[in-house]
């Protein structure tokens, strides 16, 4: 998959930065003054569903909305994957100080529900980390800060993790099973709503 990242240039130009896949990206010119630029990935649990944020909003802005839910799922899916996977990879490290092998890690793999949309992956990656499931560690504090923590329009109240399960995996699966593809941009943006800063 490639991912683009376009930079606005202090002279007015525009910086085009491109990688495919895990790569890194290639340095970048500017269209109008020819200065150089660079790209870093964040320091992230999983770099790949980081891109794959961007890939969405790319999407949603560029009016793929259908896209750009389907991309929003995989991102979420790979976070809550990859943060287990570390979990996993700490816990062993503190006790043998090897780091894990890729052996390991289909092991723990096998470990992980691949089944319940967001709501069992969710609570099951919670748990590991806190102790809680996933609504009761975002709702540790109040209802209100949680809901503008999330910055989810929510009129129904649901709980983040229900919340999620219906705006955003759900969805998919009207597209990935049922073939809808006529997604509109008020759906695709509920599905990105604050997801890329």
């Not at 790209?39 to 750009?68: C, I, M, Q, W």
């Not at 967001?118 to 609504?135: A, H, Y």
């Amino acid at each position: 998959m490639r991912f683009i990242y376009k930079v606005s240039c202090e002279c007015g130009g525009e910086l085009i930065l491109l990688a495919t896949g895990e790569a890194e990206f290639d340095p970048a010119e500017c269209s109008s003054c020819k200065k150089a630029a660079f790209l870093l990935d964040p320091l992230s649990a999983s770099v790949t569903a980081e891109r794959l944020l961007y890939r969405s909003k790319a999407e949603l802005e560029n009016g793929d909305f259908s896209l750009s839910i389907v991309i929003a799922t995989i991102a979420v899916e790979s976070y809550l994957t990859r943060l287990f996977l570390k979990f996993k990879g700490i816990s062993t490290y503190a006790t043998t100080f090897q780091l894990p092998s890729d052996s390991m890690e289909e092991a723990w793999e096998k470990e992980y529900p691949r089944s319940g949309g967001f709501l069992k992956p969710s609570d099951f990656v919670s748990k590991q980390f806190t102790g809680r499931t996933f609504d009761q560690f975002v709702m540790s504090n109040n209802v209100v800060a949680a809901h503008a923590f999330l910055g989810l329009p929510n009129p129904n109240k649901a709980l983040p993790s229900q919340y999620f399960q219906d705006e955003l995996f759900n969805r998919r699966n009207r597209l990935a099973h049922w073939g809808y593809v006529n997604s509109t941009k008020q759906e695709a943006e509920r599905r990105n709503a604050n997801r890329v800063r």
